[in-house]
Each structure stands twice: as C-alpha cells, then as structure tokens.
T-cell receptor
Framework: AQSVTQLGSHVSVSEGALVLLRCNYS??????LFWYVQYPNQGLQLLLK??????LVKGINGFEAEFKKSETSFHLTKPSAHMSDAAEYFC???????????FGTGTSLTVIP | DTAVSQTPKYLVTQMGNDKSIKCEQN?????MYWYKQDSKKFLKIMFS???????INETVPNRFSPKSPDKAHLNLHINSLELGDSAVYFC???????????????FGEGSRLTVL
C-alpha cells in the first residue's frame, strides 16, 4: 500500500524567503512522486515529478524537489518566495503502472509581503 | 486547446435532484478518473476507468454512477443529491509510462457542485 504525508497544513513565508514544503511517502515498490499546485478556483497543475531518473528534480516556477530514499522524503523547495506562489500544494505518489495515485492532504502556502 | 475539459463549471441545485458532469480529454490517454475535493481541500479518488473499463471504484454511494462511452469521455451522474455532495469534482486523465505515457495526472478545471 502507498500513502503520502504532508507535514504542515499551512505554511507562511515572507516574500523572498526560502519555501520548504514537506512530503514523506510510504511505498512497497519504487514509486513515482509528484508535486501539484492548485491556485484558487483552478484545477491541479503539475509542478514536477520524480520517475527514478535524477534524484534532484527541477520543475516550473523555480521549484525543485529531492528524492531521498533513505528518508522516504520528497520535499519541495524554492529559494525565494514570490507573492504569486501563494496556493495549495499537493504531494502525490503512484506506482510505476500509473493507475493509482495517492495524494497528501495538501499544504496551503501563504506569502507575506 | 484544453487537454481535459469538464462541464459545467458550476452547478447549483436542490436536494433530491439529479445532475450530470461531463468530461472529455483530447490527450489520447487510456485512463480517466473522477476525484472529489471537499471544503478542506482533501482529494479523494472516486472512480477510475481504463479503456472504458472500470478499474477503481472506491467506497462511493451508489447514487454516483460513472459512464465512459469511449476512452476520451468519462461522465458522472449523481442521483438524489444530498447536502454532503457539495464539493468540487475533478476529472483527470493519465497514460502510464509502460504505454508510452508520461505517468502524471492531467486535471480538468473542476466542477463546483452546490446542493441547497
């Protein structure tokens, strides 16, 4: 069985500060891992994904995430927060067949001017 | 050209009514899904179809009935609507990497259902 835990349902950072959103997963098989972003009143948009290639994955809008197997983590970071980063962020895991996706409970990011 | 499109975007209806949400994807994906997002933003899988065949049917009241006329369409019909059905319903599609896909989910914009 697979599952995802996102620590911190709400994270606030100052504009220009480091963004760190935490995600831990459990999976009995090597997983695919994803970060999605949801802006208000919109659908979910893929930020980045890990599919067993490079462990450091770069995504859109300056975000990146590092797959750490020993820690079963896939934390999302951005060096400098921008006001437009304020949104809901979801971590997700799937098996390699890609038919079943398991989502975390989401982290709401607030950026303080 | 929208990859995953769902209609309508908003539905407001009375308890006890029946409503449908339509979804279409033009990505050529084999698998389509319905997710429910509640007011706390939790995303819950409801159904998944692969090439028109039901492969995931989570614990969902049988008032919810999906229908896939072809692999590009997955519609959701809801009978006897209840207050607790108020949520945002997302359609999504994917093509797994074993079949020349990229593995991730592509989401529609969502359909916000409000039951009064």
């Amino acid at each position: 069985a697979q599952s995802v835990t996102q620590l911190g349902s709400h994270v606030s950072v100052s504009e220009g500060a480091l963004v760190l959103l935490r995600c831990n997963y459990s999976s009995s098989v090597p997983p695919y891992l994803f970060w999605y972003v949801q802006y208000p009143n919109q659908g979910l948009q893929l930020l980045l994904k890990y599919t067993s290639a490079a462990t450091l994955v770069k995504g859109i809008n300056g975000f990146e995430a590092e797959f750490k197997k020993s820690e079963t983590s896939f934390h999302l970071t951005k060096p400098s927060a921008h006001m437009s980063d304020a949104a809901e962020y979801f971590c997700a895991v799937s098996d390699k067949a890609g038919n079943q996706f398991y989502f975390g409970t989401g982290t709401s990011l607030t950026v303080i001017p | 050209d929208t990859a995953v499109s769902q209609t309508p975007k908003y539905l407001v209806t009375q308890m006890g009514n029946d409503k449908s949400i339509k979804c279409e994807q033009n990505l050529g994906h084999d698998t389509m899904y319905w997710y429910k997002q509640d007011s706390k933003k939790f995303l819950k899988i409801m159904f998944s179809y692969n090439n028109k065949e039901l492969i995931i049917n989570e614990t969902v009241p049988n008032r919810f009935s999906p229908k896939s006329p072809d692999k590009a369409h997955l519609n959701l019909h809801i009978n006897s609507l209840e207050l607790g059905d108020s949520a945002v319903y997302f359609c999504a599609s994917s093509q797994d990497s074993l079949f020349r896909g990229t593995g991730e989910l592509f989401f529609g914009e969502g359909s916000r259902l409000t039951v009064l």
